[in-house]
């Protein structure tokens, strides 16, 4: 066995793809992070002022009256918050 050279594995593996991440397609990386990741913004809904909750690749998921609510919201879901402005 030799110890001062690293084996390469016959087929890719997921650890290969999060290392060449500079060559990933649109589609891949729209879902990157979409389990992980809510976006929020501010967003006017029947004349009222209101937080539109979005999945990483923009699908909306909820609306929250508030700043607070939409963070506990997603926190709750186990996700982390981003904004949008």
Same mark, same amino acid.
């Given at each position: 066995?030799?110890?001062? %050279?690293? @084996?390469?594995?016959? @087929?890719?593996? #997921?650890?290969?793809?999060?290392?060449?991440?500079?060559?990933? %397609?649109?589609?891949?990386?729209?879902?990157?992070?979409?389990?992980?990741?809510?976006?929020?913004?501010?967003?006017?809904?029947?004349?009222? #002022?209101?937080?539109?909750?979005? #999945?990483?690749?923009?699908?909306?998921?909820?609306?929250?009256?508030?700043?607070?609510?939409?963070?506990?919201?997603?926190?709750?879901?186990?996700?982390?918050?981003?904004?949008?402005?």
């Amino acid at each position: 066995m030799n110890t001062n %050279s690293i @084996e390469q594995p016959d @087929e890719p593996t #997921a650890i290969a793809a999060i290392l060449d991440i500079r060559h990933i %397609s649109a589609e891949q990386l729209g879902q990157l992070g979409l389990q992980q990741i809510a976006y929020v913004k501010p967003v006017v809904v029947n004349g009222s #002022a209101c937080f539109a909750i979005h #999945a990483a690749d923009g699908t909306p998921m909820a609306l929250a009256g508030g700043l607070d609510v939409a963070m506990a919201a997603i926190a709750q879901h186990e996700m982390v918050p981003a904004q949008v402005h």
